[in-house]
């Protein structure tokens, strides 16, 4: 049996409603068309031989005052209606009419008998022409009857069939689409389970068919991947919680995602008051995990576990996929062995600077001593055994100066005197100090100081050394003849900032992190202890300043200094 598609049932269904509509239009012109026939053929038959036969009466009465014009106009009249003969009967009387006219026009008869047989004949035709009006309005009546019904019935039907339409085929059609709907939202839930069933062979039924097939796929790739999910959600919460560091993740969406076993440890709260929790409502419960949630940390900072001190530092991983971001996972490192080393060594450093200190500056003494003609002249090649030999013990005692720096740096004990500081007094200073080191290689250095100067607050001996120290190494790797810029602005957050730029190398991109790490010097540079710069930043730290390098791309290198405005 043929199957009809949705298209067709509608197309049917509509081309049904059109052709009860073309019958009850066709109907309606047909029975029309009959009234209209009957109510011509009234008017042209028997309307007019009542027309002609008062005519007739008329000319009748005419006879006796004007017999000659009377006689001639009932014999054209007569004519008309001898035509226009349609009923039965009416021959005859016309007949009738025209032998008594006859006989009244050759004056055979008597003239009062034959008025009167006149007056009957005409007076038949009459009669015979209004029962055929009556009989045929009656048919016509009948006829319009006949219509009203025929066109009712058709119209009836057609009401029936349309609000069939109007209360089924919406139905028909919206029950498979809610249908479909609800199983949407039910596989969209992951219930696999969900299936539509829809009896029909149209497009409907294949719908319901394809979605079922979906759901049943869907319900077998679900359990056939569910225990290898499991084995690899367990895996990986293994591999979090075998972690020796703490570590913690968030998404993009706004939830924790995971937090290992070191990690609860050390915020003291449950699994599950973290894991998928806004990581604000956690920060609201921990100050630790407030701390981890704040930019630009990267400080060590200290937790107390177990009442031992131990030190942490913070770094930051950010989750990424084919270039975007999904989250980012915090790593709590535990230093608290290195930073036990690093105080070791930063008590041993100081022990032993301040212990070769003396002897480095006894031994400056004793060579000062060796080359005073006081004591006996030496030779021209024992002088100069003796100026290097004070080179390197002024380079030593240079060094040693510099290491009790970092450690008093990196203990916390950097003495400060902070006072109001002009910072043109302090940079001609500095100038002064360098200008033999300048004069050496023929470097110019250029002063753009604006008027009247700045007043800063700091420790000035600290200020000028770190002054000192960026001037210094802009000389040392400057070409000779070229010119240092030293400029002084005031910046709109309160800050007075010293830019010192040189024409050297610059510094590599790729060792610009690091430059201000102690003891690290640019490989393939010129030699240096490498704590210049490290020295440089813990002062301005402490004077609660800054240092930065601002820009190195070959074409020299651009230090800024900031100071507080006074």
């Known amino acids: 049996m043929y199957n009809l598609n949705l298209k067709q049932k509608i197309g049917l269904g509509i081309l049904f409603l059109f052709l009860l509509l073309l019958l009850s239009g066709g109907l309606g012109i047909y029975y029309l068309t009959l009234m209209r026939g009957d109510?011509?053929?009234?008017?042209?038959?028997?309307?007019?031989?009542?027309?002609?036969?008062?005519?007739?009466?008329?000319?009748?009465?005419?006879?006796?005052?004007?017999?000659?014009?009377?006689?001639?106009?009932?014999?054209?009249?007569?004519?008309?209606?001898?035509?226009?003969?349609?009923?039965?009967?009416?021959?005859?009387?016309?007949?009738?009419?025209?032998r008594d006219f006859e006989k009244f026009r050759a004056?055979?008869?008597?003239?009062?008998?034959?008025?009167?047989?006149?007056?009957?004949?005409?007076?038949?035709?009459?009669?015979?022409?209004?029962?055929?009006?009556?009989?045929?309005?009656?048919?016509?009546?009948?006829?319009?009857?006949?219509a009203l019904i025929y066109i009712s019935l058709i119209a009836a039907l057609i009401f029936f069939v349309a609000l069939g339409f109007l209360f089924f085929f919406p139905k028909y059609i919206a029950s498979p689409i809610v249908e479909l709907t609800h199983g949407i939202r039910a596989i969209a839930g992951k219930n696999y389970d969900q299936r539509i069933h829809i009896r029909s062979e149209d497009e409907f039924g294949e719908m319901a068919e394809a979605f079922n097939l979906m759901a049943q796929k869907l319900d077998e790739y679900e359990h056939s991947n569910l225990a290898q999910t499991l084995f690899e959600k367990l895996r990986a919460e293994a591999v979090i919680n075998s972690l020796r560091d703490a570590?913690?993740?968030?998404?993009?969406?706004?939830?924790?995602?995971?937090?290992?076993?070191?990690?609860?440890?050390?915020?003291?709260?449950?699994?599950?008051?973290?894991?998928?929790?806004?990581?604000?409502?956690?920060a609201a419960r921990s100050d630790l995990f407030?701390?981890?949630?704040?930019?630009?940390?990267?400080?060590?900072?200290?937790?107390?576990?177990?009442?031992?001190?131990?030190?942490?530092?913070?770094?930051?991983?950010?989750?990424?996929?084919?270039?975007?971001?999904?989250?980012?996972?915090?790593?709590?490192?535990?230093i608290t062995v290195f930073q036990e080393k690093d105080i070791a060594k930063t008590n041993f450093l100081a022990t032993i600077s301040h212990e070769l200190k003396t002897p480095l500056a006894s031994t400056d003494i004793g060579l000062k001593l060796l080359?005073?003609?006081?004591?006996?002249?030496?030779?021209?090649?024992?002088n100069e055994i003796i100026q290097d030999l004070r080179r390197d013990n002024q380079r030593l005692i240079r060094l040693v100066s510099e290491l009790l720096d970092v450690t008093q740096a990196e203990a916390g004990n950097i003495n400060l005197n902070m006072i109001s500081v002009e910072v043109e007094e302090m940079i001609q200073y500095a100038v002064e100090t360098v200008k033999n080191q300048a004069k050496e290689k023929g470097v110019s250095i250029q002063l753009n100081i604006p008027h009247p100067s700045p007043r800063?607050?700091?420790?000035?001996?600290?200020?000028?050394?770190v002054l000192i120290n960026l001037l210094s190494n802009a000389i040392r790797y400057s070409p000779n003849h070229e010119t240092v810029v030293l400029e002084v602005f005031r910046s709109e957050t309160g800050f007075v900032l010293i830019v010192i730029s040189d024409k050297g190398p610059g510094i590599p991109i790729e060792y610009q992190d690091q430059i201000f790490q102690r003891f690290f010097t640019v490989p393939g540079g010129q030699k240096g202890s490498g704590l210049g710069l490290a020295i440089s930043k813990e002062f301005m730290g402490a004077m609660g300043g800054g240092i930065a390098l601002k820009k190195s791309k070959g074409a020299g290198a651009v230090f800024e200094l900031g100071f507080r405005e006074v």
């Open 247 to 282: 570590s913690i993740a968030i998404d993009n969406g706004g939830a924790v995602l995971f937090a290992n076993e070191q990690a609860l440890q050390l915020l003291n709260m449950p699994a599950s008051d973290i894991i998928g929790k806004a990581p604000e409502l956690v």
């Open 371 to 382: 080359e005073n003609n006081k004591t006996g002249s030496l030779t021209p090649e024992q």
């Open 107 to 146: 004056k055979s008869g008597g003239f009062e008998g034959l008025v009167d047989s006149l007056q009957r004949d005409i007076q038949l035709v009459l009669s015979l022409n209004m029962d055929a009006i009556e009989r045929k309005n009656e048919q016509a009546k009948n006829t319009a009857d006949r």
């Open 39 to 98: 109510a011509e053929q009234i008017l042209k038959n028997n309307f007019e031989s009542l027309k002609y036969s008062h005519a007739m009466q008329r000319q009748l009465d005419s006879f006796l005052v004007n017999p000659t014009a009377a006689v001639e106009q009932f014999n054209q009249t007569l004519k008309k209606q001898e035509i226009n003969i349609t009923e039965p009967g009416e021959k005859e009387a016309t007949r009738s009419i025209r």
């Open 290 to 334: 407030r701390f981890l949630l704040e930019p630009n940390q990267s400080s060590t900072f200290k937790i107390v576990v177990d009442g031992k001190e131990n030190f942490f530092v913070r770094e930051t991983n950010r989750i990424k996929r084919e270039g975007v971001e999904l989250g980012v996972v915090y790593t709590l490192k535990n």
């Open 456 to 465: 800063i607050k700091a420790d000035k001996e600290k200020a000028a050394w």
